[in-house]
């Protein structure tokens, strides 16, 4: 069949960059409902299209086609329905990647119910703080990993808040709803809803909360254009083709969820792969992916960090046709090496929460092993200067967004119920990313870091991805975090914290190893004149690296 992509954007076969930029567009149709538009109208037009692929540790499997889907999204709006939750209300799926997952938001959408997604590693007070500041109805968790149990304490704690808690698990469990026993009965049939309780483009349909890499997780608000946003994501960084199987690393409570696991790749007539697993496990990641016959990939340069270390002469790459990369810099080591064994260039691309993905090593490029790429079409991207002028070519400056013209589908509608941050971050017509990059003289954007991350050293501006990037091209460093430590002298000096391969220890010689190495792959300058040892990095629950979580504790040693 043909794609549904072709009848919101041009269909057209770009030959480059340059004529991409400049034709392609996306057609925003009224009243725009992913549910109702994209998959319930495949279910019309090819009932049997393979939707989801699933499997776990467990060696159980389900293949979901788009009638599947529309059925069990459709008994699902009716559960929610009889639940009492209406147009606007607030839902936290915490669901890790059970398919379960996906019957859910495509209800909530069809409801028109504010989907809040939430990864299964939050804690009582991480729930307690996230349904008083969202105002959270109702909750569908795993029975896992001690979830129900949490969610049990921030029940006791929550005041004037009559949670509603279903539970996806085969058994029951007072004081919840059986999620599973409870759809099938309800009925398999569920009409678009009309006048007043039907959607609009601009209404709230999906609440992230943020990484708190830095503070408290943000609110991130999406509406129901946000989907057509990733076509870019799915269809010309991804690369997914029609009839194809992206697989996207990430559980449903992270944002990337939904950049590689239903919207752009459903439009763009892929179906999805999703390993529902227990733990992270390289080799049996590599196992799954290579048994169902992945085309297309995307993960962050962490996950690839750990793939390069297997043996992947043992698996079968025959149908890998692309992979790509975002979540944090990639490290040029990570590319060389997945390019060796592979013989595919990852495409690094950037965006964030409250973004798609807008700058990008699209296929036409030749990708420059480190560089974000250049920008997506629709987003006006420039690099900004502390007084607020724009750079020239070779300058650092903060990555803005102009919105002076438009919002381009998939930029975030604001912080929600947050006016305040949402005016600090974008205000005067530009979105303000609090990325800090450069511009080479061909146009390819080149990551420094977070502008509360580089390190001011003896005049030096000195941004930790390229330390990072030094450090970990070092045979013994799997992972590394650069940050600022205080100096009397110096004002800060570069610090590296760094976990070891399993075939290194940890010593005074090994440390002067790593900074001789830097010294040579990087300017001297750099080098980190303080290194750590640790067994692992703090990282927040979306799997980044919390910097801050390191430099606050280097601050409190030298107080003391």
Request: glycine share 4%.
């Given at each position: 069949?043909?794609?549904?992509?072709?009848?919101?954007?041009?269909?057209?076969?770009?030959?480059?960059?340059?004529?991409?930029?400049?034709?392609?567009?996306?057609?925003?149709?009224?009243?725009?409902?992913?549910?109702?538009?994209?998959?319930?109208?495949?279910?019309?037009?090819?009932?049997?299209?393979?939707?989801?692929?699933?499997?776990?540790?467990?060696?159980?499997?389900?293949?979901?086609?788009?009638?599947?889907?529309?059925?069990?999204?459709?008994?699902?709006?009716?559960?929610?329905?009889?639940?009492?939750?209406?147009?606007?209300?607030?839902?936290?799926?915490?669901?890790?990647?059970?398919?379960?997952?996906?019957?859910?938001?495509?209800?909530?959408?069809?409801?028109?119910?504010?989907?809040?997604?939430?990864?299964?590693?939050?804690?009582?007070?991480?729930?307690?703080?996230?349904?008083?500041?969202?105002?959270?109805?109702?909750?569908?968790?795993?029975?896992?990993?001690?979830?129900?149990?949490?969610?049990?304490?921030?029940?006791?704690?929550?005041?004037?808040?009559?949670?509603?808690?279903?539970?996806?698990?085969?058994?029951?469990?007072?004081?919840?709803?059986?999620?599973?026993?409870?759809?099938?009965?309800?009925?398999?049939?569920?009409?678009?809803?009309?006048?007043?309780?039907?959607?609009?483009?601009?209404?709230?349909?999906?609440?992230?909360?943020?990484?708190?890499?830095t503070g408290l997780p943000k609110m991130v608000e999406h509406d129901y254009i946000y989907p057509l946003g990733h076509i870019i994501t799915a269809k010309y960084w991804q690369n997914v083709k029609e009839e194809g199987l992206h697989y996207t690393v990430a559980d449903t409570g992270w944002a990337k969820a939904m950049w590689g696991q239903i919207y752009g790749q459903w439009i763009a007539g892929s179906a999805v792969f999703v390993y529902d697993y227990e733990r992270f496990d390289a080799a049996r990641m590599l196992e799954k992916a290579s048994k169902y016959g992945v085309t297309t990939f995307c993960a962050p340069p962490t996950i690839y960090r750990f793939l390069i270390k297997e043996d992947l002469s043992k698996y079968d790459f025959s149908t890998l046709q692309y992979a790509v990369t975002a979540g944090e810099p990639l490290n040029p080591e990570v590319y060389n090496k997945f390019y060796e064994f592979t013989g595919l260039r990852l495409m690094e691309g950037f965006g964030q929460t409250e973004l798609v993905v807008c700058i990008v090593n699209f296929p036409w490029m030749k990708p420059r092993p480190g560089s974000m790429g250049k920008p997506s079409p629709g987003y006006n991207i420039k690099l900004m200067d502390k007084d607020g002028n724009i750079c020239d070519v070779g300058e650092e400056g903060e990555i803005v967004i102009e919105t002076s013209r438009q919002k381009p589908p998939g930029l975030f509608n604001g912080y929600y119920r947050d006016p305040e941050k949402t005016a600090e971050v974008w205000h005067d017509d530009y979105y303000h990313t609090g990325d800090t990059a450069w511009m080479d003289e061909d146009g390819y954007y080149w990551f420094i870091g977070r502008n509360d991350e580089i390190i001011k050293s003896s005049g030096y501006r000195i941004g930790p991805f390229e330390v990072e990037s030094a450090v970990i091209s070092h045979p013994a460093v799997l992972e590394c975090a650069i940050t600022g430590v205080p100096h009397p002298v110096r004002g800060q000096v570069v610090k590296a914290t760094v976990v070891l391969t399993k075939d290194y220890v940890a010593s005074e010689e090994l440390k002067l190893e790593i900074q001789n190495h830097v010294k040579k792959v990087t300017a001297p300058y750099k080098y980190p004149r303080v290194i750590e040892f640790v067994d692992e990095l703090p990282k927040t629950i979306s799997g980044k690296i919390r910097r801050i979580e390191i430099r606050s504790k280097d601050q409190e040693k030298t107080a003391e």
């Open positions: 069949m043909t794609t549904l992509l072709y009848s919101f954007v041009p269909e057209i076969e770009y030959e480059s960059y340059q004529e991409f930029i400049e034709k392609f567009e996306i057609k925003v149709p009224e009243n725009f409902n992913f549910a109702y538009d994209i998959v319930d109208k495949y279910a019309e037009i090819s009932p049997d299209k393979t939707a989801l692929v699933w499997c776990n540790d467990y060696d159980k499997e389900r293949i979901i086609s788009f009638k599947e889907l529309k059925e069990y999204s459709d008994k699902t709006a009716n559960f929610f329905k009889n639940c009492g939750i209406k147009k606007g209300d607030k839902v936290m799926l915490t669901l890790k990647s059970r398919y379960e997952f996906w019957f859910c938001i495509l209800a909530l959408h069809k409801l028109g119910a504010i989907t809040i997604p939430a990864t299964h590693m939050l804690k009582t007070r991480d729930i307690v703080y996230r349904v008083e500041s969202a105002g959270i109805k109702m909750v569908v968790c795993i029975a896992e990993d001690g979830v129900p149990e949490y969610f049990d304490e921030a029940d006791e704690q929550l005041k004037d808040v009559n949670l509603i808690k279903a539970l996806v698990g085969d058994d029951e469990r007072p004081n919840w709803i059986n999620f599973r026993s409870e759809i099938e009965k309800a009925s398999p049939e569920f009409e678009r809803p009309t006048g007043d309780q039907k959607t609009g483009n601009n209404e709230s349909m999906l609440v992230y909360f943020s990484s708190g890499t």
